[in-house]
């Protein structure tokens, strides 16, 4: 089963948006700030990143920028979850090197969605 | 002369006058007297020509020898300086020549030219009966004499002339104190003035006549001048000081403005201040709201989720109320923040290019199940053709959907119509949100756009939403550069007409109020909107509660039943009075802010009847239960409530009384 890490620092959160998701089959891996985040990709290699925005420690634009930067894990994609809705924040978020964009609350129909388009996408089958 | 001083003048003048005057006499006197001296001469040589004529002619007669000598007893008469005697053929006969004289006898050739003269000469011809006898030449002594008598007088003369010069001089400078010195005086004063500039001195008046007038006159024009000047000195004394106190109130005046100016910037700064902390405080706790409300959305989902699989039916459709109540708060929420983030002047827009088409689409399948609540039907008219538009897509999004879902709030059973069209200009686009539902009077229209302000409070109580939804889309749609007009007829329909600029540039937006006068209204009446009456029941009943808000309606009645009582139920006041009209229960529970009738309404409208006043009404409201509202409610409620935790028991209590008191008073009725 794919994947996924979800680094989220709001314990709430981070319990009902990873119970949605392994309910419907996901495997789910946490962190709980940017820092932590990157050694998670490091050490898990998930399939899929869901990334808060607004991390203690590092937050979530300048964690996407290491793990852009860092080859091991470069490839993997990265959806932000951010609570302001706003244009600017989507365009920093994918300046920053994300692959999508969602908005907080979270919608789950609406996410899995994007979820599952972008392991369609990075999931190419391996050679 | 001319440079002389006038004292001088006038000496000289009186000098020369005198002078010319004794010169004259003196002229004058001496012809007067040469002439006297003259004649005399004449007469005495005459006299003397006659002596001598009578005395020689005899002589000549007889050619005496006695003529030699016979001249010489002129020697006794001083007058005669000489004498000549001649005969006939001129020749000289005899001579006299007073002593020391010059000979003066003349030639015999001169005889004839000194035969007219009468210049103290007489040459007489001696004649006897028209005989010629000879010639008798007589000189009178004349320049002894004249010289004598022409020095005395010019003696004389001179000392007069003197004396006269003295008594002019002392007369000119007797004369200067009379009529020179008041002049000099004048011109003093005159060089005095001109030099000091001083008018105050006066000359003295010692003068009369014409020089005294000068002086009178004089005077009066400096005192004229004088008062001139001292009405000028003081007219500029006020003068200098109206500038001064104009230059003080001036300085006053800046310093106030200055004050004020910075009182000003102070208090905009303030406001700005308090506004920023506002708009922060909001956007806070907007968030701070939001990560519990999130929670509560997301547990309940799940939850729901659970029990939908469990197929626990109950429990889902009490999680589905959750889910709805808390969804309903954080679109509130959304929409505070919203309004927050425009009035703080924070709203951003984010341009693009998109197909206006799609977006319609995409609108119109999100709004569908709002529209479908009431058993409306979309319309949608939008061509293919109509191509790309640049703007803020979300915000696009968000207005169309803000008036879609008003539509479908305020209409039943009725037809919602989204039309999209080009504007004949080519610049803009106009998207048209129609309704066949209940309408707005002008009134209504013209509070439409204000935040937090619904058409009117009943409204928002009956149909939900928190009024922040059109005030939004038209922030939205002026940040962009477009507008959103109304075209409503009560009872008949609502037109919104959205009219964007197809490429819209990111202007600085104002949050500007809407111009009622831009709004065209139809006339048409408006419609009853009670149509809500449920089928009539006369069952007994212990509780009718009036409330308007379904959760809340649903959650008392539970509540109530729990204990074992008969509830009714009625969404508004006019609904509560339908019900009484059927049955009388035991109490009623109100809530005080309800659409079409509220509790206050409703109150005065049980006073009507007296069964019907005899029924104990509590009243249960989320509204701050303030003064104005005990008075207004005084001794026609049973008991007034806060909505919250402790009241329900409070509640319960009482309704518990309300019952046992209405059974007994039955038992009563029917014993």
């Given at each position: ?127 | ?98 002593f020391g004289s010059a000979p003066i006898s ?86 005095y003035i001109s030099e000091e500039r001083d ?308 202007i600085t937006h104002r949050l500007v109020e ?158």
């Amino acid at each position: 089963m794919p994947k996924i890490l979800l680094v989220e620092d709001n314990e709430m959160n981070r319990d009902m948006l990873s119970r949605r998701l392994e309910k419907r089959g996901y495997t789910v891996v946490l962190a709980v700030d940017g820092a932590a985040s990157i050694a998670q990709a490091k050490a898990e290699k998930p399939d899929l990143i869901l990334m808060d925005m607004s991390l203690p420690v590092i937050d979530g634009w300048e964690a996407t920028k290491q793990i852009r930067a860092d080859a091991e894990i470069a490839a993997t994609p990265i959806i932000a979850l951010t609570a302001h809705a706003m244009s600017s924040d989507r365009e920093k978020c994918l300046a920053a090197g994300c692959d999508d964009f969602d908005t907080k609350p979270v919608e789950l129909p609406r996410l899995l969605a994007k979820i599952e388009e972008m392991l369609k996408k990075g999931k190419t089958p391996p050679a | 002369m001319k440079g002389l001083p006038f004292r001088w003048k006038l000496t000289l003048l009186i000098a020369l006058i005198s002078g010319v005057t004794l010169a004259l006499a003196f002229v004058g006197l001496y012809v007067n007297d040469l002439y006297q001296f003259r004649s005399d001469i004449e007469r005495r040589l005459e006299t003397t020509r006659s002596e001598l004529q009578q005395r020689i002619t005899p002589l000549l007669e007889q050619n005496s020898p006695e003529l030699k000598g016979s001249l010489q007893f002129l020697a006794n008469d001083s007058l005669t300086e000489g004498a000549a005697l001649y005969s006939s053929d001129k020749h000289l006969l005899d001579e006299y020549r007073r002593f020391g004289s010059a000979p003066i006898s003349p030639s015999s050739t001169q005889i004839g030219e000194l035969l007219n003269s009468n210049n103290g000469i007489i040459l007489t011809t001696l004649r006897k009966n028209g005989h010629e006898l000879g010639y008798l030449y007589l000189k009178a002594e004349l320049t002894e004499n004249e010289r004598t008598r022409f020095s005395n007088l010019l003696r004389g003369a001179g000392i007069i002339f003197v004396i006269s010069s003295l008594i002019a001089l002392i007369a000119g400078y007797r004369l200067q104190g009379t009529i020179s010195e008041p002049i000099t005086q004048l011109v003093d004063a005159a060089r005095y003035i001109s030099e000091e500039r001083d008018y105050s001195v006066r000359v003295p008046q010692h003068a009369t006549g014409e020089i005294g007038e000068l002086i009178a006159s004089f005077n009066f024009m400096l005192g004229t001048i004088e008062q001139r000047t001292s009405e000028m000195a003081l007219a500029r004394e006020n003068l200098h000081v109206s500038n001064l106190q104009l230059e003080d109130a001036n300085r006053t005046l800046e310093v106030r403005v200055e004050e004020r100016t910075r009182d000003y910037r102070e208090a905009v700064k303030a406001a700005d201040e308090a506004n920023k902390a506002k708009s922060g405080f909001l956007a806070k706790m907007s968030h701070e709201l939001r990560t519990p409300l999130n929670a509560i959305i997301g547990y309940s989902e799940i939850l729901l989720e659970d029990a939908t699989d469990e197929g626990n039916k109950a429990v889902a459709s009490d999680l589905d109320k959750i889910l709805s109540a808390a969804r309903y708060l954080l679109g509130l929420i959304n929409d505070v923040l919203d309004i927050s983030k425009i009035e703080a002047g924070k709203m951003e827009l984010y341009i693009e290019t998109f197909d206006i088409q799609k977006l319609i689409q995409e609108v119109a399948s999100t709004v569908q199940p709002l529209v479908g609540k009431k058993n409306n039907t979309l319309y949608l008219d939008c061509p293919a053709e109509i191509g790309d538009m640049q703007a803020d897509s979300t915000k696009i999004r968000q207005m169309l959907f803000n008036l879609l879902s008003n539509a479908s709030k305020f209409t039943e059973k009725g037809g919602i119509t989204l039309s999209v069209a080009r504007d004949p200009d080519g610049l803009h686009v106009i998207m048209k949100v129609s309704d066949t539902g209940i309408g707005m009077t002008p009134e209504q229209i013209g509070k439409l756009f204000k935040a937090f302000s619904q058409a009117d409070a009943s409204t928002a109580s009956k149909f939900g939403g928190t009024g922040l939804g059109l005030a939004i889309s038209l922030q939205f749609a002026r940040m962009m550069g477009g507008n959103i007009t109304v075209e409503s007829t009560p009872g008949v329909g609502t037109t919104f007409i959205v009219r964007m600029p197809l490429q819209v540039q990111d202007i600085t937006h104002r949050l500007v109020e809407v111009d009622p006068a831009k709004i065209s209204i139809g006339t048409r009446p408006p419609i009853a909107l009670s149509k809500l009456a449920p089928p009539p029941d006369h069952s007994p009943c212990d509780v009718l509660l009036v409330e308007d808000d379904p959760p809340t309606r649903d959650m008392m009645a539970r509540i109530l039943e729990r204990e074992g009582w008969k509830v009714r139920t009625a969404n508004n006041g006019q609904h509560a009075i339908d019900v009484l009209e059927q049955v009388i229960p035991a109490t009623v529970i109100l809530d005080l802010k309800m659409p079409i009738m509220n509790g206050f309404q409703f109150i005065d409208h049980v006073q009507t009847k007296a069964e019907w006043r005899q029924v104990p009404i509590f009243v249960f409201t989320s509204m701050d239960i303030t003064q104005d509202i005990r008075e207004r409610l005084a001794g026609r409620t049973a008991g007034i409530f806060q909505k919250g935790d402790h009241s329900r028991d409070d509640i319960i209590h009482h309704v518990q009384e309300a019952v046992q008191a209405h059974l007994t008073a039955q038992k009563n009725k029917q014993t």
